[in-house]
Structure formats: structure tokens, C-alpha cells
């Protein structure tokens, strides 16, 4: 069975701060590997998308990094903001774009 | 505007009855999803499809059931076998099902009395 664990499960910080967020998965023979946003209630949000080959991606304020060999990725949020809160979730694929997801970290940025 | 359009958001329905969820995409995507969300687990594979008129099972196919006779509509049937419906249930698509991001729609949830 593949698993996904995303710590912590929750974090709460002051605006302004810059923060990780930390994804492993037991198998490291990942296909991709994508970050999604969740707000309370809604879809996901599609933020980053890693393939095997790659080492890291950036968007904006975000980047993620992927280290196979021991299984893992993280999720880098600069200068946050209020706006940021959400669950961030981290999906890892084995074969195409079928995504096994982690439980995700609760998020919340304070004024 | 493009994306993902599931309906209906909230679905009630008497244990023992089937019930079919909506989803239809115009974003040209030959690619389709059905998870899963339940409170403190991860999302779920139901069903995909790569392509219209050809589906496969997920993680957790049984009790549902799917088609794609459409490229833009892939509806997920929940049947009376499904032992636990009551659960979020969230669509997906991308342009393929090979290196592309994946787009979700806002969800629908169901609820069996």
C-alpha cells in the first residue's frame, strides 16, 4: 500500500513568516508529484507539479523540492500571508496522473 | 469560464438507493477522475478515464460505477452496494494522464440516511 505523510498536520504562524512543509512517501519510484491547496468546503487547487526528473519547482511565493531517494518533498511558502491559510495537501503518482494524497497540513497565517 | 462543474453540491439519499453525481469539464481534457474525501484520511481513487469511452478501476471502485461516453462528462454512480457513501466527492481532470496538472471541481456531498 503507498502512503503519504504530510507533518505537521497543523501549524499556525504570524504573517510575514516564511514556513516548510514536509511530505514522505514509502515508495520512492514516484511518477510525479504535485502540491494542492484546499479551502474549507471546496476542490483542490493545483499549485505545483514535480516530475521524476525534476528537483524542484517555483511559483511566485511557492517552491517545492523533491528528493526521491529518501522519499520525500517540501512545500516552501515565503513571506506568508493571511490569504495563505488553507490545508495543504501532497499528492505523489506511481503510474500517470493517479494520485495517492497524504491527509495534508492545516494552515493558518495570523494578521 | 473553463473548468470543472460538478452538481449537485449537496445530494441526500436513502440508504439502499443509487444515486448518480454530475461532472462535465470544458477544458478539452482527455483525462477524467472520481475521488474520494473522508474526514482525517487522504483523497481515494474511484475511477479514471484516459480517454473517452475507456475507464479503469481505482483503490476503491467497488460499489460505484462509471462512464464516459462523452470527453467532457464522466458521471460516478453510487450504488446500494457501497457500504459507506456518505463521504465528499471530488472530480478531476487533466489535458492527459501522464505528466499534466491536475484541475478539480468544488465537489459534492453526499449524504445517506
Known amino acids: 500500500k503507498q502512503e503519504v505523510t504530510q507533518i505537521p498536520a497543523a501549524l499556525s504562524v504570524p504573517e510575514g513568516e516564511n514556513l516548510v512543509l514536509n511530505c514522505s512517501f514509502t515508495d520512492s519510484a514516484i511518477y510525479n508529484l504535485q502540491w494542492f491547496r484546499q479551502d474549507p468546503g471546496k476542490g483542490l487547487t493545483s499549485l505545483l507539479l514535480?516530475?521524476?526528473?525534476?528537483r524542484e519547482q517555483t511559483s511566485g511565493r511557492l517552491n517545492a523540492s523533491l528528493d526521491k531517494s529518501s522519499g520525500r518533498s517540501t512545500l516552501y511558502i515565503a513571506a506568508s500571508q493571511p490569504g495563505d491559510s488553507a490545508t495543504y495537501l501532497c499528492?505523489?503518482?506511481?503510474?500517470?496522473?493517479?494520485?495517492?494524497f497524504g491527509t495534508g497540513t492545516s494552515l493558518t497565517v495570523i494578521p | 469560464d473553463g473548468g470543472i462543474t460538478q452538481s449537485p453540491k449537496y445530494l441526500f439519499r436513502k440508504e439502499g438507493q443509487n444515486v448518480t453525481l454530475s461532472c462535465e469539464q470544458n477544458l478539452n481534457h482527455d483525462a477524467m477522475y472520481w475521488y474520494r474525501q473522508d474526514p482525517g484520511q487522504g483523497l481515494r481513487l474511484i475511477y479514471y478515464s484516459q480517454i473517452v469511452n475507456d475507464f479503469q478501476k481505482g483503490d476503491i471502485a467497488e460499489g460505484y460505477s462509471v462512464s464516459r461516453e462523452k470527453k467532457e462528462s464522466f458521471p460516478l454512480t453510487v450504488t446500494s452496494a457501497q457500504k459507506n457513501p456518505t463521504a465528499f466527492y471530488l472530480c478531476?481532470?487533466?489535458?492527459?494522464?501522464?505528466?499534466?496538472?491536475?484541475?478539480f471541481g468544488q465537489g459534492t456531498r453526499l449524504t445517506v440516511v
Open positions: 499528492a505523489v503518482s506511481y503510474t500517470g496522473n493517479q494520485f495517492y
Open positions: 478531476a481532470s487533466s489535458i492527459n494522464d501522464r505528466d499534466s496538472v491536475t484541475f
Open positions: 514535480i516530475q521524476s526528473s525534476q
